[in-house]
């Protein structure tokens, strides 16, 4: 019997001649063939990980930060009112509103 080996390179021909049951040998050869093929595919689609450091506790996400000062939108709402209200002359809201701004 005569088994072709298909490869990059080419078709190689080994010929069975003093196996006894050259089928069964050609049924062997393809079944490892096969888990050879499939054990290629499951090394290239699996990450493999590596840390030499101790397993820590899982990471829970941070807290959002909690600031004391008043919102940015808020700042110039009441920045607004002192100005209509005559506290603030136009200048100083102008100056203040910047700062405001370049904080964001």
Not at 50 to 79: F, H, I, R
């Amino acid at each position: 019997m005569i088994v072709h080996i298909h490869r990059m390179s080419g078709v190689e021909q080994v010929i069975l001649s003093d196996v006894p049951n050259p089928r069964e040998a050609v049924n062997v050869i393809n079944q490892v063939a096969h888990q050879a093929r499939m054990n290629a595919q499951t090394v290239a689609n699996t990450r493999h990980i590596s840390s030499n450091a101790a397993p820590s506790a899982p990471v829970e996400p941070a807290a959002p930060a909690v600031s004391n000062e008043p919102d940015a939108m808020e700042q110039l709402a009441k920045l607004g009112q002192l100005r209509d209200a005559g506290v603030l002359t136009e200048e100083e809201f102008a100056q203040k509103k910047a700062e405001i701004l370049a904080r964001m």
